[in-house]
Nanobody
Framework: QVHVVESGGGVVQPGQSLRLSCAAS????????VAWHRQAPGHQREWVAS???????NVTNSVKGRFVISRDYADNTVHLQMNNLKPEDTAVYYC?????????WGQGTQVTVSS
């Protein structure tokens, strides 16, 4: 069983930044895709950003130009740098590690953007 732990969430004002981290109990280089998803109250969980084993990144249109996903092999973590946060970014953010055998999810970290 792979353990996934997210951290870095918090309460910020609009326009501020947060950096989320996703740590895994196994090497992140072994996962085909590492992705961030989020779920706001009353909404379905949605994909936000992902990075492949080859380093290819992609983000959803609503965060393009504001969010950046990256990997840190030294710390075995995947980060989501979130800049210019907006109230609509408020959600629980989840990290997902994808393999051919299935997906592993963390428990999530709360991000609240409010003035």
């Amino acid at each position: 069983q792979v353990h996934v732990v997210e951290s870095g969430g918090g309460v910020v004002q609009p326009g501020q930044s947060l950096r989320l981290s996703c740590a895994a109990s196994e090497s992140i280089s072994g996962f085909y895709i590492v992705a961030w998803h989020r779920q706001a109250p009353g909404h379905q969980r949605e994909w936000v950003a992902s990075i492949t084993v080859d380093g290819l990144t992609n983000v959803t249109n609503s965060v393009k130009g504001r969010f950046v996903i990256s990997r840190d092999y030294a710390d075995n973590t995947v980060h989501l740098q979130m800049n210019n946060l907006k109230p609509e970014d408020t959600a629980v953010y989840y990290c997902k590690l994808a393999t051919g055998a299935g997906n592993y999810w963390g428990q999530g970290t709360q991000v609240t953007v409010s003035s």
